[in-house]
């Protein structure tokens, strides 16, 4: 469990927490007087399964997720279990009191309609989906509710000993090595995509007459605040630890052409010219276990999670009145 592996693992196990917790935002309203199924008396329509379908094949293709050689049917059942289980946990959440103060709602409207320039265009969005602002409120609220609902029925009771924390860390330790990594900083003269050869000349004009300043033993963190282009100026042109695969190729090479307290001359990438300096070198190594160890309980507390919640939904399957008719409709 590298940092890429237990990334790509909580993303996948978010996904498959949050599709049943939270109804997506702009989703269309149901219209369809086709039943599918009832939940304790509550109906989901044809639409809902519908609608729910495309927001299930979005989150594929944001995970990456193949889609190819999947069985329509399956993903039909699949998904209606999925609103089966969103509405047994709204209906629970209603009935252990919880409520959704208004201002929250409130808050969470304004989040999404500050994505759009004014409110006619975020009217114009709700409309374009067939819905209202009164029923985006409502999913908000039913969202709200359930996670509000998994926080203190299932999630706040999940503990992880420190002992399972540590076998995690001692039974996988290719999980925890550092690769050699490389201190450095750089000052950069950006140059836009598309940009003209006078545009090039000018920022080429300007690398060389800091190139020149640094030669003459001005301070690189100094010129990196005065002249970089890069956000790592407030820093001196910091760019912390880097090891291979988070660069450009051009400024990779470079960076590991150098040895500490090297200075590169001037490397052109996509984003502009750079003045490269390594600062030093970390040899490839074990990841200390207390560098480690909040994530790794962060990671196994969201697998019991998951499992405590497949079994929460379970228990609330076992009493509820729930009726399919799926087949009947296909």
Known sequence: MGNGSMSVIFIVAVALIFSIVCPTVFAEKAASEVTLAKVNGVVITQEDLNRELDNA???????????????????????????????LLYQKS???????????????????????PGDSEFQAALAEKGMSEKELRAQIKEGLAIRELLEHQVIEKIVVPDKEIRAYFDENPDYFKQPERYHTRHILVTVEEGADDARKAEARKKIEGIQKRLEKGEDFA???????DCPSKEKGGDLG????????????????????????GIVETKFGYHLIEVLEIQPPGDVPYDSVKGQIEAFLKRQKSEKALEQYVDQLKEKAKIERFLDEKS
Not at 94 to 116: C, L, N, P, W, Y
Not at 222 to 228: D, I, N, P, Q, T
Not at 241 to 250: A, F, H, L
């Open 94 to 116: 209603k009935e252990t009191g919880i409520v959704v103060d208004e201002a929250t709602i409130d808050a969470r409207i304004d989040s999404v309609k500050q994505r759009f």
């Open 241 to 264: 630890y880097v090891s291979k695969g988070q660069m450009v190729k051009p400024f990779e090479d470079a960076v590991f052409a150098l040895k500490p307290g090297e200075r590169s």
């Open 222 to 228: 100094a010129l990196a605040k005065e002249y970089s």
């Open 57 to 87: 094949r979005a989150r594929m293709q944001q995970l990456g997720t193949p889609q190819e050689g999947l069985s329509v049917d399956v993903m039909k059942a699949e998904v209606l279990e999925n609103l089966i289980k969103r509405e």
